[in-house]
């Protein structure tokens, strides 16, 4: 499986950006996907997850209530929409999949991932 993300780029706090990840390669076999963000000088971070049929979404509590996971199996695509950005989420954003029906790890744990796209840079200028 291999992900691909994109919509990453510079905008100002308050403002809003949605993020695409599409999968190619063996998608039948992908379970979750996630969203994880790096900032720099610190470690990877999970920011939001979504369960195969899209009914279970998971959020890291400094997102929840301003970005929301999405995906369309149809299009392989998982989404993330960011709106009321803040400086603080700047970063490079890494979508990555599950590959297993039972990893033994929540979905909020990097475990449960098996493939990783390449990451996009979202900036938040204050």
């Known amino acids: 499986v291999q992900l691909q993300a994109s919509g990453g780029g510079l905008v100002q706090a308050g403002g809003s950006l949605r993020l695409s990840c599409t999968a190619s390669?063996?998608?039948?076999?992908?379970?979750?996907m996630g969203w994880y963000r790096q900032a720099p000088g610190k470690q990877r971070e999970f920011v939001a997850a979504?369960?195969?049929?899209?009914?279970?979404?998971y959020y890291a509590i400094s997102v929840k209530g301003r970005f929301t996971i999405s995906r369309d199996n149809a299009e392989n695509t998982v989404y993330l929409q960011m709106d009321s950005l803040k400086p603080e989420d700047t970063a490079v954003y890494f979508c990555?999949?599950?590959?297993?029906?039972?990893?033994?790890?929540?979905?909020?744990?990097?475990?449960?991932?098996?493939?990783w796209g390449q990451g996009t840079l979202v900036t938040v200028s204050s």
């Open positions: 390669g063996d998608i039948y076999i992908i379970n979750n």
């Open positions: 979504i369960g195969r049929d899209g009914g279970r979404t």
């Open positions: 990555a999949a599950g590959l297993r029906i039972d990893s033994g790890y929540y979905y909020t744990q990097r475990a449960a991932y098996d493939a």
